[in-house]
C-alpha cells in the first residue's frame, strides 16, 4: 500500500503527536507545507524526493515543528534554515528543479496589534482552518533562492579557527577583516550570552 504523504489527516496527527497539542500553528504549518510541496512538485518528502526538499522557515514557533513532521525536513540535516523574522511563512525549495515558491499566512488583522490576551480569548480551531481554501488563507508567490554550496546538505564545504575565540567555523560562517579570521559574535563583539565568571 502507497503511503500519501501529503495527506492532510495523517500529517495533522503526526504534528499533533510530535508537538504535543493541537494549536494553530500546527494547523497553519502542516497546511503551508502541503501547499507548497503541492507546487514545487514533491509528492514523497520522506520517501523518494527526501534529498530534493529543502525549506526555509521565518519563525520558531508551533508550526516549525508542524513543517518539520509534514516535510521531513530537519535544521541538523541541512535541510530546514530557520531565519526567525517572527512571520508565518516559508518558503519551499525544489532542489532538483530550482522551482521554489513561499507560501505566507495572509494578515486578515490589517494594522491592529493583536496581543497574547486577544489571541487566548479567541483561539483558531482546527474547524476554523478546516473550512478555510489554501486561497482564504495563504499568500503564495513564486521566488527564486540563490543556494551556495555551503547551504546545502552534505559535509561541510570547509572549517576554520576564529583568531579570536580559538572555536571552529564551519561552511564560509567566517567573518575576514584585516585579513583575520573570525566567528561572528567576535567580529562583531557580540553574543546572546553573558559569561557568569
Known amino acids: 500500500m502507497e503511503t500519501n504523504y501529503l495527506d492532510l489527516k495523517q500529517c495533522l496527527k503526526e504534528a499533533e503527536a510530535f508537538h504535543g497539542h493541537m494549536c494553530g500553528g500546527i494547523n497553519i504549518g502542516t497546511r503551508m507545507s502541503i501547499l507548497g510541496m503541492k507546487l514545487i512538485g514533491i509528492s514523497d518528502p520522506k520517501g523518494k524526493d527526501k534529498k530534493d526538499l529543502m ?99 552534505g559535509r561541510p564545504v570547509r572549517s576554520v579557527v576564529c583568531s579570536v575565540c580559538g572555536e571552529r567555523i564551519m561552511d564560509a560562517r567566517e ?3 584585516d585579513g ?12 546572546y550570552y553573558t559569561n557568569v565568571r
Do not use: W
Open 55 to 153: 525549506v526555509f522557515v521565518e519563525i520558531d514557533r508551533c508550526a516549525t515543528d508542524a513543517i518539520l513532521i509534514a516535510t521531513g525536513c530537519h535544521p541538523g540535516k541541512r535541510t530546514m534554515k530557520i531565519l526567525d523574522f517572527g512571520k508565518m511563512a516559508a518558503t519551499f525549495i525544489n532542489l532538483k528543479t530550482g522551482k521554489a515558491v513561499r507560501v505566507a499566512a495572509k494578515n486578515n488583522d490589517g494594522n491592529k496589534i493583536v496581543t497574547k490576551e486577544m489571541m487566548e480569548q479567541n483561539p483558531q480551531t482546527s474547524e476554523y482552518f478546516a473550512l478555510k481554501t489554501d486561497e482564504e488563507l495563504f499568500d503564495v508567490e513564486e521566488v527564486n533562492i540563490a543556494l551556495k554550496p555551503e547551504d546545502l546538505p
Open 175 to 177: 567573518v575576514i577583516k
Open 180 to 191: 583575520n579570521t573570525f566567528c561572528r559574535p567576535c567580529a562583531e563583539n557580540t553574543t
